[in-house]
């Protein structure tokens, strides 16, 4: 296998001579010397790759794996391959032609993957790992059905995730979350916020997709946060490594047994839970995002699209678990990063405070607060770009022979992927 590796160098752009070591990328034959990780970190992906280990597991270095990345794209250009096991993936680090190449229809594809595989298969689609005529129709749906817009002007009618609903809906989650805290942790005392900034970003997600909250003992929610948190920290960096590699998807079988039962589990959750929505569906009132696309599959069958044969209850269902999957990660990571950040500085706190007990006082936050309160919109987009929270973009898969500036063309079912 090494040499077959080897030779296919030769048709991929530039990279870094695979060796050994990218077959069996774990903690222990992985690492070159034992010195420690550098202890900043990227949001999301760095709780895979560093929790539970000092070292950079993904390649042979004690560097930071973001090191590694940038060190790469310095050496071999702003378009190169790495391998991870022994799958190669283009990498392109520079956003133009980022946009050049991911504007090309021809690089719409989804590459197929251990976890996509989970989420789209035979029996359902979603619209992340999906791609062609399905992607097309589920995303048509879902996208407008979480959008703030009319749907008809005649009524009216707005879609379910109106800036003012949602407003009121965050705030009774952000409310129940800090009555939580002090009723199980008091006052005047440090604890772990971390479970809390969980419990409350998946309560709004889950009050807008579902229209349900939970408590934090419910056993559906520890569910939900396993898959959603817990598989990564308890497996550690090699969880990133299943999705590369049958050999440690073997080593790992338990763990891998474990999670796949789960997240199963949360998926039938999520589908028994959208097909329960029919029973007190109405037309005129959408209560939640699911009651959204159920009125937009609705219309589309009325109005006989093309594509209303994709939007089957299982897609629009698994759509739905998308939005879990994506939307919770990444929030409870930036807010996070936010409390760490106003910790350190407590000087800016108080002018956050400051400016919020100015500008909003004891009302109900609005959406026009953002044009008001500019500390506090500068302190989150300072946030945001201090550390980048989604740094890899979602794998894209070339549906024929691409070429991309003037580097060696990517070959057909070559997975490319962006790097910020």
């Given at each position: ?8 160098v ?62 790469l794209?310095?050496k071999?250009?702003q ?39 989970q ?65 199980r ?31 934090m ?75 959204a ?51 350190y ?66 070959n ?9």
């Open positions: 296998m090494f040499l077959l590796m080897q030779e296919s030769r048709d991929l752009t530039p990279t870094p001579t695979p060796a050994p070591h990218s077959i069996h990328c774990s903690p222990t034959t992985a690492l070159g010397s034992s010195s420690r990780v550098k202890t900043h970190s990227c949001g999301t992906i760095s709780s895979l790759i560093s929790h539970n280990t000092k070292h950079c597991c993904m390649f042979k270095s004690a560097e930071h794996w973001d090191d590694v990345f940038r060190g794209s310095r071999y250009g378009v190169f391959t790495v391998w991870f096991a022994n799958t190669p993936l283009v990498v392109i680090t520079d956003i133009d032609i980022a946009r050049e190449a991911f504007h090309k229809r021809n690089l719409t594809g989804r590459p197929s993957s251990y976890f996509a595989k989420l789209s298969n035979d029996n359902h689609r979603e619209v992340v790992f999906s791609d062609g005529h399905e992607w097309e129709a589920i995303r048509r749906t879902t996208q407008p059905a979480i959008q703030f817009s009319i749907v008809n002007t005649n009524r009216s009618k707005r879609k379910y995730s109106t800036l003012d609903k949602l407003i009121y809906l965050t705030v009774d989650c952000v409310d129940q979350t800090v009555k939580s805290m002090i009723d942790e008091g006052l005047d005392k440090p604890f772990i916020v971390k479970d809390y900034i969980f419990y409350m970003f998946f309560n709004i997600i889950s009050a807008s997709i579902l229209g349900k909250s939970y408590t003992d419910d056993p559906e929610l520890k569910r939900f946060k396993y898959v959603l948190m817990d598989v990564g920290h308890e497996v550690g960096a090699r969880f990133m490594l299943w999705d590369f590699s049958s050999f440690i998807r073997l080593l790992d079988r338990r763990s891998v047994q474990k999670q796949q039962q789960i997240l199963t589990e949360m998926s039938l959750m999520i589908r028994n839970k959208f097909k329960d929505h029919y029973a007190d569906y109405s037309d005129a009132i959408e209560r939640d995002i699911c009651d696309l159920i009125t937009a599959k609705n219309e589309a069958l009325r109005e006989g699209k093309e594509w209303a044969p994709y939007l089957t209850d299982d897609n629009l269902a698994m759509s739905a678990m998308s939005l879990f999957l994506g939307g919770i990660s990444t929030s409870q990571n930036t807010f996070q990063w936010i409390v760490l950040l106003m910790c500085y407590p000087e800016v706190q108080r002018k956050l405070r400051q400016e919020i007990e100015t500008q909003i006082g004891d009302r109900m936050p609005t959406h026009e607060d953002r044009n008001r309160c500019h500390y506090v919109m500068a302190f989150i987009a300072e946030t945001l770009r201090f550390r980048n929270i989604i740094p890899i973009g979602v794998p894209h898969r070339a549906l024929v022979d691409i070429q991309i500036v003037a580097l060696k063309p990517i057909v079912n070559q997975s490319v992927f962006w790097y910020t």
